[in-house]
């Protein structure tokens, strides 16, 4: 199975199954650092009316993997048979290249200095099964399609998404 994944905002209840699958999966200890899908929330005032979007987010597994390419200790491969990034920190060096060249602020680094993010739960993929944050959103708001590209479409409203994020968090 080659993963793309696909977040459907308007089914997220902004519940965050998604986020504590993937903790309870990589068991990560949120003391030392975030999830590897981060659950973020938006509210839009426009006059007396207030809506609430969330949304989550990880990895997306970019097929042209511009982390890969920033990195250049090689920390990173791309698995042919799922589509998905792989991330070997063994070699990294804390220079936080990946990081700064991510579109999607999927990769963290852990108190030793070392990038960590979502490996798409690989060993799923190749059993044909799904990774657990699509398996545990109860909204079906986190999907997985058997494409290797993802949407550009998808990729510019999750950007759009994240830049009004990031502009609204600096002006709080």
Do not use: W
């Amino acid at each position: 199975m080659k993963a793309q994944f696909t977040f459907h905002p308007e089914r997220c209840v902004g519940c965050g199954a998604c986020v504590m699958a993937c903790v309870d999966q990589n068991q990560i200890d949120v003391d030392e650092r975030k999830p590897y899908r981060l659950l973020k929330k938006n509210e839009y005032v426009e006059g007396e009316q207030i809506d609430i979007v969330y949304f989550t987010h990880g990895c997306m597994h970019c097929k042209d993997h511009p982390c890969a390419n920033a990195c250049r200790k090689g920390c990173f491969s791309f698995d042919r048979s799922t589509g998905t990034v792989i991330l070997d920190s063994e070699n990294c060096v804390g220079c936080h290249a990946c990081e700064r060249a991510c579109p999607f602020d999927a990769i963290q680094f852990t108190r030793d200095r070392k990038a960590a993010k979502c490996n798409g739960c690989i060993q799923n993929l190749k059993r044909d099964r799904l990774p657990l944050c699509v398996m545990a959103c109860p909204m079906q708001a986190i999907t997985i399609d058997e494409k290797n590209d993802v949407l550009e479409a998808g990729r510019k409203s999750l950007q759009k998404e994240l830049s009004e994020y990031h502009r609204r968090k600096g002006e709080a």
